[in-house]
């Protein structure tokens, strides 16, 4: 009883105060009346209201005072309107970040993916059908590769080897090594030349899989590689995760000799087919770059993620091209994000230390394990015991084979060799494949935003 009124008297305060705020801003129509709240609700985090836009005012001027708003509460603000309603969803976070430690979510399906928790103490979860392809942005240090690593290993203790397939990219630093030996691992890419050869591979398996998923689409019976394993259950096709941890280097060039220009921007190439053709045939992008500039975020990449991702980010140009808001992702703590689908709302990733991540992947770890490079290994040393040449121990340039210079192999005569599911053999030299119908490139391909 006496909880309830303190509750009542709190929630009429923190009315008075919007009233005063929207009074010092003179937020009024012509009849006197504001944005009003309704439905204020205390939450754990703070309070959640219904706001009304009353005649003759607009969304968008409550979206400029947000800042405002934020700095007299003293809180974090959300605001969500739908198209079709005059009523804006409103968030009040007076709550600091928590303190909870990582565990993982069990039970959640391939294609979706844990980023951290709400304000609410609720997970957040994605589901990758629904919101393909996630951009992560954020300043160093602001927690992008610690969420990453929330994400990676919900996927892996939930997961077969025959439902989740992760393709690794780092060419920066070395926070994914850890996963290296992961057996849902197919790739683990640590120069530029691997990973053209591991996008390579995955630009054949979207081919494969478009073959396979066509006919019925034909027919009408499927849509998305989800449709066709309801259909053909016996012969299931894995979630594919393509995982580019720190991506801004690609994108910069400067100073690169021409082999090096060419290879990133192949590179790039492949990317953004992921990012055009993934959805359906279940490949999906995790990209996380830090200091999103209009030089090194990809527009098309951006574009086609529906899963926005911004940790804090140090000024507010940098906010506006990660979030398109100049406001939303500063002043964010280490560990807190804002995320945005459909709707925007905050997030804070728990407590991660790498000790907590091994204990939760190791029984996952399987040291040599079959991956992409082994399998090309092996193509390759067929070729010199038949070539009768000695095999050089430094590694060929997987670019040099771009140039259509090498032969294509026959897989068959690999002893034991066993082609993963949807992959009838390994090809390296590179086609275009699908039909891309995107308007000429962008010069550089880079655009202001
Ligand atoms: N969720 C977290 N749990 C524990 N420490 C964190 C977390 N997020 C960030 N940190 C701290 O901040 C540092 C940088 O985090 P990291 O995720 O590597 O940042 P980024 O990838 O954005 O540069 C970590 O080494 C750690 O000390
Ligand atoms: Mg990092």
Redesign the pocket.
Known sequence: MFEKLKEGREIAQFQNKWINIMSNLGKFNKMKQTYSLNNVVKTQYGYKADILIVDGLRFKELEDIKDTIEDNYGCMCVLNKNKRSNVVYADFIFAEPNKDK?SVITGLKPWEVYL?NGYNGEPIIIDMIKYPHILIT?????????????IITGLICNCSIEELELYLSQVAKS?LILYEDVKQCRAFADTLEKTLTMLQHLDKKMEDRDKLIRPYRKKAMADNYQDYNKINKGNKLSTVFVIF??MSSLFQTKGDCTDIKSLKEEIVRLIRRIAQFGASLGVFLIC?L?RPTVDNLDPFIKSQSTCIIS?RQNNSKSSEVATDDSTMALGLE??EFVYKTNLSNYGI?????NKNIYSFIEPSLQPNHRTIFIDLKKLKNIKVSKEKIEENSKETPIFDKVDKKEPQLNTSNIPNYVPYKDTKGLKVKEEPRMPINTQKPIKGGKERI
């Open positions: 990582y951290g954020g300043g160093t240090r602001s927690g992008k590769s610690k969420m990453t690593d929330c926070d941890d720190e996380s830090q940790f280490q560990r990733v728990p407590l991660v230390d």
